[in-house]
């Protein structure tokens, strides 16, 4: 698969572009905006891009592109799973250019590592469904704990 030539149409999408400026600070993206995110973990790939494959790059820079990028039209509060979140929407925009399931995968879940870390952290327990779920989901998990470093 020609990850970089599915980045290089993806990032022309005017539903892509039209959301890259949205988005104050706040807990969790001190950056603020969309495009403020990913320039700041853009420079966290290019950091370790001597340690990546070409192909693990480019399928890292689609992660990094898509993830957050529809939290302009996202439910607000809305569980992952739900379509209307964030995740299920940049999943379901990143399958319009992407047939790779585990990149999929990695958009949907790419909060639940923390979100699991988080519960376990105020409770001493965590929904071990919601584990197992991110478990089962996720393949390549060299490539999603990099996404997670960066």
Avoid at 121 to 136: C, P, Q, T, V
């Amino acid at each position: 698969m020609l990850y970089r030539s599915i980045f290089d149409a993806m990032v022309l999408d005017p539903r892509y572009v039209a959301n890259l400026d949205w988005g104050e600070a706040r807990e969790g993206h001190p950056e603020g905006s969309v495009r403020a995110h990913i320039s700041e973990i853009e420079g966290n790939l290019e950091a370790l891009r001597s340690k990546l494959s070409d192909q693990d790059y480019w399928k890292l820079k689609l992660i990094i592109h898509t993830h957050d990028s529809f939290k302009a039209n996202a439910k607000v509060g809305g569980a992952i799973s739900d379509p209307m979140s964030h995740a299920s929407l940049a999943r379901s925009f990143l399958a319009e250019y992407c047939p790779d399931s585990d990149l999929l995968a990695m958009v949907q879940y790419h909060d639940e590592p923390f979100a699991v870390y988080r519960q376990f952290e105020a409770k001493g327990k965590y929904n071990r469904e919601r584990f197992n779920s991110l478990i089962a989901a996720i393949k390549d998990w060299n490539l999603f704990f990099a996404f997670n470093i960066i």
